[in-house]
């Protein structure tokens, strides 16, 4: 049966009560204002069809662990390295374990990496463009030049401004990937390179060709190169997948990564890992602080202890098993929704190895119900949206806005 448009939004109205999808109802606190946002998060729950967040990753047993144990009474602050000795007060030893769990997946031995749970993927990149910069400056005693593509996430953009580092924005394909022809024309060759991969472009979920690019460096054996893989979604799930060279450092060498913790793993606030060799870390400017008996080389004074609990906890319960499911289902779910809005007669486009699907824009109300994402590209007909296929975005969720957007027509 073909419904009308405004029967499909009513049917989403309907399954998007705060008990249709979850189960659950939310609890008073008797405050309205704060009540009535608490609903409205329990109805937009299922459907940010447009962002990268994972939505059914439940930590409600790590919160029963945590309450029971009165936890919130606790400020568990992670200020130093985690490599090192940890104080009173300190999930230093977890924050470690989380590192050595993923840093094989990425390729790194355990007798040579070091990294920390960070407060996001920004934060993540922000480490991985410092500790780039500091690396080359303190090997080679010249600044480095940033390049980046133009479709790479704003963070990097914004962190070399904050940094003062001169950045140049490299051409991208119409699919979003770094040009290696345009690198190549970018590039000051009489200054060290900070590369900066995108694995995962903003809106077109773009993967950058780091064979091709690292190419285009090694015509350049006089030029020193650091290269850090932005991965802040696809670094979630790629290690899970057949597609796990794409991020395996052997296969495709790179000095660090960043990866977002709110994104694929499902944890509940901003975090992230970041990951690099122990060399990089030797390599940085020394701050040896009295007051922690430690050396301080990361950004952050004060991290939380409590996201590395997280990451370790869902590790413990989650693991290579569950999460490979997952990101099986994520890609499959992608080919699905692409299948149905071509069925559907309205075009569509993903990048190999991407759960995201960028589309003509659909009307303002739609784009509003289903959270989705906007930009705009003349190569592809202008004005445009995007779903990102995360955990949460199932098969129903796809069938009822393929069907608002066959009313819409």
């Known amino acids: 049966m073909r419904l ?52 059914v990753s439940s930590l409600t047993d790590f919160y029963k662990w945590y309450t029971d144990n009165e936890m919130q009474n606790f400020l568990v602050n992670n200020a130093g390295d985690p490599f090192g000795n940890v104080g009173a007060l300190c999930s230093g030893k977890f924050e470690r374990e989380v590192i050595e769990y993923f840093a094989p997946k990425y390729g790194f031995t355990l007798d040579d990496v070091w990294g920390l749970v960070t407060m996001s993927g920004t934060d993540g990149n922000n480490h991985g463009i410092y500790f780039g910069v500091n690396y080359l400056q303190n090997t080679t005693g010249k600044m480095p030049v940033v390049y980046v593509s133009d479709e790479a996430h704003y963070s990097n953009y914004r962190l070399c401004d904050l940094q003062n580092l001169e950045v140049r924005l490299v051409k991208s394909d119409d699919m979003g990937c770094m040009i290696p022809d345009s690198l190549e024309v970018a590039l000051d060759t009489t200054r060290p390179c900070l590369m900066i991969y995108a694995m995962g472009s ?19 054996p006089e030029m020193p190169v650091y290269r850090h893989v932005d991965a802040a979604l696809f670094g979630g799930y790629l ?31 901003p975090c992230g890992l970041f990951i690099t060799k122990r060399n990089v870390y030797e390599n940085q400017t020394s701050f040896d602080i009295p007051y922690l008996n430690a050396n301080m080389r990361m950004i952050n004074c004060s991290r939380s202890g409590i996201e590395p609990l997280k990451f370790w906890w869902l590790i413990q319960t989650v693991g290579d098993a569950g999460w490979s499911a997952q990101a099986t289902a994520m890609l499959e779910n992608t080919e699905y929704l692409k299948a149905e809005l071509t069925r559907i007669g309205i075009p569509c486009w993903s990048n190999t190895y991407s759960n995201t699907v960028f589309f003509k824009r659909p009307a303002d109300e739609i784009v509003k119900r289903f959270n ?27 069938d009822i806005f393929i069907n608002a957007l066959e009313a819409e027509k």
């Open 239 to 269: 290690p899970f997948t057949k597609y796990r060279e794409l991020v395996d450092r052997r296969v495709i060498p790179y000095e660090s990564i960043s990866i977002s913790g709110h994104k694929f793993f499902g944890i509940d606030s």
């Open 4 to 55: 009308s448009y405004t029967n499909v939004l009513a049917l989403v109205a309907l399954l998007t009560s705060a008990t249709a999808l979850y189960g659950q109802e939310t609890v008073k606190s008797g405050f309205e204002k704060l009540d009535e946002w608490t609903e409205q998060c329990h109805t937009d729950r299922p459907w940010t069809l447009g962002y990268p967040c994972n939505q």
């Open 372 to 398: 989705l994402a906007n930009s705009a590209d003349e190569h592809f007909g202008g004005k445009l949206s995007h779903v990102v296929v995360m955990q949460h975005v199932t098969r129903e969720a796809i």
């Open 202 to 220: 903003t809106f077109k979920g773009a993967i950058d060709d780091q064979a091709a690019l690292n190419a285009v460096l090694a015509r350049h």
